[in-house]
């Protein structure tokens, strides 16, 4: 079982950037594949980027391609989005989650564990 805490979000104006993180604890990290996922007001949970055990392969939701990168050190049990060139549409809670299946996942029901979430925000 692994416990996953994300930090990092706050309120940012369109065009800047921010660092998510998410710090896991439990079982070893390397061994889990996983990913970010945001939720807008009203909306879905909708995949943001992944990747696999161990970090070996990386992708990413077509619309933050080229915009976000997902990361991981895992000496330090850590999860990481980088978000730049960040748009109002980008605004909505972002989860961390970890999967005990190796390869990276866009489907949600594919994590068997989550983050609490954290909020971030774009103004025009």
């Known amino acids: 079982q692994v416990q996953l805490v994300e930090s990092g979000g706050g309120l940012v104006q369109a065009g800047g950037s921010l660092r998510l993180s998410c710090a896991a604890s439990g079982r070893t990290f390397s061994t889990y594949g996983m990913g970010w996922f945001r939720q807008a007001p009203g909306k879905g949970r909708e995949f943001v980027a992944a990747d696999s055990r161990f970090g070996a392969f990386t992708y990413s939701a077509d619309s933050v391609k080229g915009r976000f990168t997902i990361s991981r050190d895992n000496a330090k049990s850590t999860l990481y989005l980088q978000m730049n060139s960040l748009k109002p549409e980008d605004t909505a809670v972002y989860y961390c989650?970890?999967?005990?299946?190796?390869?990276?996942?866009?489907?949600?029901?594919?994590?068997?564990?989550w983050g609490q979430g954290t909020q971030v925000t774009v103004s025009s």
């Open positions: 989650a970890a999967s005990e299946r190796p390869q990276p996942y866009s489907d949600p029901t594919k994590y068997n564990y």
